[in-house]
């Protein structure tokens, strides 16, 4: 989208329907047949911080407006405190991430693999395929996977794959964290004005104390923000990759 007026009618149509500046069709599909229906969101990560820090304020966003979203870690993330056992980090990071949804307002689910030794095979391929196909949601995200982390290559081709396969099809957006250092090569399709949600994300990314939050915004993830709202048109936006193919439709509302 070039023109100046065609970008802000785009962004007005995506307002209204309260989700900002990201046009999923089957939320506009929802919303105007059935004014009031809820959503479905998904979000799938690697460790517990990765869907906070990759798309807190989406996620946010949706469950502020009423529809129901789960965060999914891929594990809980194990391997990730020097000097911890695994299931002493185990242990610290489920209750980080629990904490993390609460502000947040999702549910959290972990699927069991662990951090550092994740794998993607037919049995875990499976085990995610049946997840979407249990939960039938209308929206996923998930890694990008042109990652330097293979956990988050793991989340994301799994994902991937259980999207290939479920018989009720979603859209499936992708998300980058720690951009050039962790992702790589990210050109967003599609972003979400999170001006009003930065604060809300923040916070539940500071829940993560074990992970050095500042750290972790520190490694690039508010100049992000910035930089993709600046991309969209506003204060603070996060950016996403829309998977297109086979069966899955996505469209910019007229």
């Known amino acids: 989208m070039t023109l100046k007026s065609s970008r802000r009618q785009f962004f007005k149509n995506a307002s209204a329907l309260g989700i900002g500046t990201l046009p999923l069709s089957v939320l506009a599909e929802t ?100 997840l979407m196909q249990n939960e039938k949601p209308d929206i996923v995200f998930t890694h990008w996977p042109i990652d330097s982390h293979k956990d ?29 250092d962790q992702t790589m090569m990210f050109h967003p399709t599609d972003y979400v004005d999170i001006t009003k949600e930065q604060e809300t994300k923040r916070k539940a990314l500071y829940c993560h104390t074990s992970q050095d939050p500042a750290g972790i915004y520190a490694c690039g993830h508010e100049m992000m923000e910035k930089f993709r709202g600046a991309e969209a048109g506003v204060t603070a936006a996060e950016g996403f990759i829309c998977l297109k193919g086979r069966n899955s439709v996505s469209m910019i509302l007229p």
């Open 31 to 130: 919303k105007i047949k059935n004014e009031g229906a809820k959503l479905k969101v998904i979000c799938v990560g690697g460790h517990p911080d990765d869907p906070e820090s990759g798309c807190g304020g989406t996620l946010t966003k949706f469950s502020t407006a009423g529809h129901e979203v789960k965060v999914v870690y891929l594990t809980r993330g194990e391997a990730g405190i020097e000097g911890k056992s695994h299931s002493e980090a185990s242990a610290i990071r489920t209750k980080e991430a629990e904490a993390a949804c609460k502000i947040l307002n999702v549910k959290s689910y972990f699927l069991g693999q662990v951090d550092g030794n994740t794998e993607v095979n037919n049995e875990w391929i499976t085990k995610m395929t049946e």
């Open 152 to 180: 988050h290559q793991a989340a994301s081709f799994l994902t991937i794959q259980a999207w290939m396969r479920v018989k009720k099809k979603f859209q499936l957006y992708f998300f980058e964290v720690c951009a050039g």
